[in-house]
């Protein structure tokens, strides 16, 4: 979705990629803090094409930004086409990603810059990726069915650790489902296929529109406990928070 934002640009730059095409490259930053910027990737601008504004709205990755409230290209901007540029990620600095911080020379919204007549110090590179959103902790983490195949990999890391109790709410009428993840790849496995299908193959979600389900944990357990007693806690929580049918969407 990032490269398919910086695909297109103002007429300005574009005629500026237009003159590297096949030769040049764009080193992309998003802004960090005042007068930094955060290294995201190297791409070679391969090639491009024209579009006009019913081709680009065909992109499926534009109409995806444009659900997200991109603007993007239309009629009002003045050109008939505009170019899109076959923008190929680099392995170069690829390990800088997310951790490389340079100073962005003023003026701060002058947001696109030829390298050769420019001098932006490196000012730090961090360890960790700072792109990567920080895992909270498991009895705050509350994420949406959408986010769930777009966590951070950070977050997928943790999830495939951890194994126990699961909720999944759902906004439309205040319902919930309780289940339990202990097998192979733990929660990011079990959460991985609602993500994939929606309802994880249980009978009461399948009707359902995930769009409005919410997921958090109830309960994390040992990597070591035996199946049953985990099953065990299941059935405890269902009993608790009074999910089996008809009053929740648990059917067993």
């Not at 800088?96 to 420019?118: A, C, D, F, Q, T």
Request: proline share 5%; aromatic share 12%.
């Amino acid at each position: 979705m990032f490269n398919a934002y910086q695909q297109t640009q103002g007429a300005k730059l574009e005629k500026s990629m237009s003159a590297l095409e096949s030769e040049g490259y764009v080193a992309s930053f998003i802004g960090h803090e005042a007068g930094a910027a955060l290294f995201v990737g190297l791409y070679k601008i391969a090639s491009s094409r024209p579009l006009t504004v019913d081709q680009y709205w065909q992109v499926p990755a534009y109409q995806e930004l444009g659900a997200y409230g991109i603007r993007g290209f239309t009629a009002d901007d003045g050109r008939a086409i505009i170019r899109w540029f076959d923008l190929l990620p680099m392995d170069a600095c690829a390990d800088w990603k997310g951790k490389l911080v340079i100073g962005w020379p003023p003026p701060e919204r002058s947001w696109w810059r030829r390298s050769h007549k420019n001098e932006m110090p490196i000012l730090v590179v961090h360890e960790e990726n700072l792109l990567d959103a920080a895992m909270p902790d498991w009895d705050e983490l509350d994420v949406t069915w959408d986010e769930l195949s777009i966590l951070p990999t950070r977050w997928r890391q943790a999830l495939s650790q951890w194994r126990g109790i699961y909720l999944i709410f759902d906004e439309a009428d205040g319902k919930s489902y309780v289940g339990s993840a202990y097998g192979t790849g733990n929660l990011l496995a079990r959460w991985q296929n609602y993500a994939a299908t929606g309802h994880g193959g249980n009978r009461l979600l399948r009707p359902r529109d995930p769009k409005s389900f919410r997921f958090t944990i109830l309960q994390r357990v040992s990597p070591d406990m035996d199946a049953d007693e985990v099953i065990r806690l299941e059935s405890s929580w269902k009993d608790r928070l009074h999910t089996r049918a008809p009053f929740g969407l648990n059917d067993n």
